[in-house]
């Protein structure tokens, strides 16, 4: 079966530091992968999209970058973070010509201090 | 420019009775629709989906609607259960698009025991 992980569960970090947050897929193979960001009483925006190694989409123009070193992996970067970039951060997953829906990660609660 | 609109940012319902959640959209090519529901903290989770070529879908308590004309969208529950309060995402997607799925904002449901 497919499972999806996202680390770490939750992260405080100070303004103007760095960020690298981690999602691994398993049990499928060349999957889309999406980082989608929840903001307080807001709903999910599109970050990045991914459709294959090295290949990434961005939705939004931000502080933020993606990366997609292997396969089954998406990392979610900042050089410096920003007192805006607070939020809850989620990685989805889908398989290419499979059923419409994402499967989601936990997310990753990250607050900017 | 808002694709996808959930205009109730909460609602509140008696244990027992039915729970209707409304989504709006304004792209006629979408040809999928979503339901995600969301708890605190965790990623959102697949509820219910329908396509276009339907405008009915029924999964146990939970029944989704489609009105292609009026672009509108919408979750029925019933009989709503106080563990059925959550965030509900309503979500759309069209075929061929690696993008694959635009969200509402969310709407808060609170199920009174």
């Known amino acids: 079966s497919q499972t999806i992980h996202q680390w770490p569960a939750t992260l405080v970090q100070p303004v103007g530091s760095p960020l690298s947050l981690e999602c691994t897929v398993e049990g499928t193979s060349n999957p889309n992968l999406y980082w989608y960001r929840q903001a307080a009483g807001r709903g999910l925006q599109l970050l990045f999209y991914s459709v294959g190694i090295g290949q990434i989409s961005s939705e939004v123009p931000q502080n933020l970058s993606a990366s997609r070193p292997q396969d089954r992996q998406f990392i979610l970067s900042s050089k410096k973070l920003l007192l805006s970039d607070s939020g809850f951060y989620l990685c989805?997953?889908?398989?290419?010509?499979?059923?419409?829906?994402?499967?989601f990660g936990s997310g990753t609660r990250l607050t900017v201090v | 420019d808002q694709q996808v609109k959930q205009n109730s940012p909460s609602l509140s319902v008696q244990e027992g009775r039915i729970s209707i959640l409304n989504c709006d959209y304004t792209n006629s090519m979408f040809d999928y629709f979503l339901w995600y529901k969301k708890y605190p903290a965790e990623g959102p989770t697949f509820l219910i989906s329908?396509?276009?070529?339907?405008d009915k879908n029924e999964d146990g308590r939970f029944t989704v609607f489609l009105n292609k004309s009026a672009k509108h969208l919408s979750l029925h529950i019933v009989p709503s259960q106080p563990g059925d309060s959550a965030v509900y995402f309503c979500?759309?997607?069209?075929?061929?698009?690696?993008?694959?799925?635009?969200f509402g904002s969310g709407t808060q449901l609170t199920v009174l025991p």
């Open positions: 989805a997953w889908r398989r290419v010509g499979g059923a419409y829906g994402y499967t």
């Open positions: 329908i396509s276009s070529i339907k």
């Open positions: 979500a759309v997607g069209e075929d061929g698009s690696a993008r694959q799925l635009t």
